[in-house]
Structure formats: C-alpha cells, structure tokens
C-alpha cells in the first residue's frame, strides 16, 4: 500500500458543519472538512448526492478504514508529538516545542538562559 494514495484526502467533521435549511437552500450543507495536512476547508454538500445509492463521489478506501502499517508521514507525526518536549515559555509566550530527555526537562536554549539550573545540575 504506498502512502501516496492517501495525499489530498478530507474528513468532515460533522459536529462543525450545518445544514442551510433556514437560510434558503434546503438538501445542502456546510460541511467542515479536514484535510490530510490538518487544514479546515468548507465544501457545500448536496444532500441527495451524498445519501444516493450510488454516489457518483467518495472512496470507499477511506485512510481511516484502512489496516497495516501507518504511512511514513503518520508514522513521523505520532513519533514527533510522542517526545518530551521543553515546555518553557517563548518569547511569544508559546511554549518552547524542542524535544529533550525526560519529561520535565528543558532544552539547551532554556538551560543557558537560566544560570541557577546550570549551577543546580553542576552539584
């Protein structure tokens, strides 16, 4: 299965969309979708089309349907968001996403620009 195949997918994410009914366009819906890339796009849904016995849209080999390994870009996310991470604030005030050892920890950057922790970690 190559993970290609994959690449330009969208869920829709029923809870955020909303059928137009009461604004005048009966049978459609705003639907929010996700995308492969974790970006929220809007599509205007037919109704009929999407509940027809056969619909002339949509794969039935949907990715989170399928078994097996995960494709190489999945599998790089969940080992990404699976690593300690600093923590510490920015100079944004977001918090510092750089992977360290354990939990708790902080990273080079953060540990340089807090001389007790160097003297703290030299004893």
Not at 35 to 47: A, E, K, N, Q
Not at 67 to 83: F, I, K, Y
């Amino acid at each position: 299965m190559d993970a290609r195949q994959f690449d330009g997918f969208a869920l829709v994410d029923w809870a955020r969309s909303a059928c137009l009914c009461d604004v005048g366009a009966p049978g459609h819906s705003l639907a929010v979708a996700v995308t492969d890339d974790g970006r929220d796009v809007l599509w205007l849904i037919d109704d009929a089309e999407l509940h027809a016995e056969h619909p002339r849209h949509g794969d039935s080999r949907q990715p989170h349907e399928q078994v097996g390994p995960l494709p190489e870009r999945w599998r790089e996310r969940v080992a990404w968001s699976a690593a300690f991470r600093c923590g510490r604030p920015t100079k944004s005030g977001r918090p510092c996403k750089l992977p360290v050892d354990q939990a708790g920890g902080s990273c080079s950057f953060h540990r340089a620009a807090n001389p007790d922790a160097e003297r703290q970690a030299a004893s």
